[in-house]
């Protein structure tokens, strides 16, 4: 099939970016290769975006849709309509929204002092959505060595408003699959930001940090052309201490202990990867339950249910769902026309016992082939 080029890709998108202009905008403020001390600036427009892309039904559903209880609020829109324009902290001018989630609303701003463009993130107005930009705040912070993650600036409240200025992204791997129209990327590409984020989930295990919501509209690119990303959105993360419960990771990716009601670590952030890698294959999510239940009945169905000995500390409604759902898909099929290597990398994420972690998964011939 005829190649489109990331120019042509980029130009016939109206989804993503509203309008010609916002689109030239966003074009020419993809940061430098750089992954330390990145500057907006042009990017070359001639640079194919993936190899051999496969064109699939457009079944795709945005996560976001299905988030966890830490992605349910949105900002006041009077609120957020009456800071454009405004200067905060006598420094920050606030020029235009650029994107909205789930505790904030993200800006675009220009630094009066330094002249160089941030964003700003404006947490919602609760005590949960300022514990939330706190929790980011001290997780960036604490991870500031590294170059797979956010640089942060400042924080500080305007009203009862947490603000945070941050490092100004490029667009999210949720976006770049959307101006593609959900055609899945080239292994190679696939690759290229999964080494990247194992490399990034090292980190955070070392430090003993886990995200809990890693999925596409959380990875950033910082360039475009050589597919550099950071992680970000760590509103949701948490210390590993062995014993978390609770409701975290939005439901595509959320990992079968979570679904269980038993205790979580850092674990859970690799089940993430593998639904991850096998979206940017596919073009679409792996597993989309429509609830909690039905999306343990998807897992099953993909790689069968547990053992009894894990199915033992499960309560038993959620166990005996898992016993009489049966297995009737195989990943080597869902993932047709990848590789055998490819789907044993994400067949090894998504497992119940025994998953890779970060260090092991930097070591599996898939990515030691260099993708192929």
């Known amino acids: 099939m005829n190649r489109k080029t990331l120019s042509e890709i980029l130009r016939e998108s109206t989804v993503v970016y509203g309008s010609p202009k916002r689109k030239k905008s966003i074009i020419s403020e993809l940061v430098t290769p750089k992954r330390r001390g990145s500057m907006v600036c042009e990017m ?37 309509d009456t800071l454009l324009g405004q200067v905060l902290e ?14 904030c609303t993200v800006f675009k701003v220009i630094d ?24 980011e705040v001290g997780f960036l912070r604490k991870l500031s060595e590294s170059d797979y993650f956010p640089d942060v600036l400042c924080s500080f409240f305007y009203e009862k408003h947490k603000c945070i200025i941050i490092e100004l992204l490029g667009m999210s791997l949720f976006q770049l699959l959307e101006s593609t129209d959900f055609n899945g990327f080239s292994l190679q590409n696939i690759w290229t930001i999964t080494k990247q984020l194992l490399q990034a989930l090292y980190v955070l295990s070392s430090a003993n940090i886990v995200h809990s919501d890693i999925k ?26 062995g014993y978390v419960k609770g409701y975290m990771q939005s439901r595509y990716y959320r990992a079968p202990e979570v679904l269980f ?24 999510p792996l597993l989309q339950g429509k609830d909690y239940k039905n999306q343990i009945i998807k897992i099953v169905e993909l790689i069968g249910p547990p053992d009894e000995r894990y199915l033992a500390n499960v309560k038993d409604d959620l166990s005996e769902l898992a016993r009489r759902t049966k297995r ?22 998504l497992r119940y016992r025994n998953r890779l972690t970060p260090e092991t998964a930097l070591m599996h011939p898939w990515i030691a082939s260099c993708g192929d």
């Open 44 to 80: 070359p427009l001639n640079t194919p975006l993936c190899k051999g892309l496969k064109k699939h039904q457009p079944h795709h559903k945005k996560s976001n849709n299905s988030a966890a209880v830490c992605h349910t609020f949105v900002s006041d829109k009077l609120k957020k």
């Open 90 to 103: 006598e420094r920050y001018l606030v020029l235009e929204k650029i994107a909205e989630g789930g505790y």
């Open 112 to 135: 009066l002092k330094s002249k160089k463009y941030f964003a700003l993130k404006f947490m919602k107005g609760t005590k949960l959505a300022s514990k939330a930009g706190e929790n």
């Open 216 to 241: 596409p509209e959380n990875i950033f690119l910082i360039d475009l052309k050589n597919y550099l990303i950071k992680l970000g959105d760590f509103g949701c993360s948490f210390e590993d201490e």
């Open 261 to 284: 009601e038993l205790i979580c670590d850092k674990n859970i952030d690799m089940w993430s990867l593998g639904c991850l890698c096998a979206e940017l294959f596919l073009g679409y």
């Open 328 to 349: 009737v898909k195989s990943l080597e099929n869902v993932l047709q026309g990848s590789s055998g290597l490819f789907v044993d990398f994400v067949s090894s994420c």
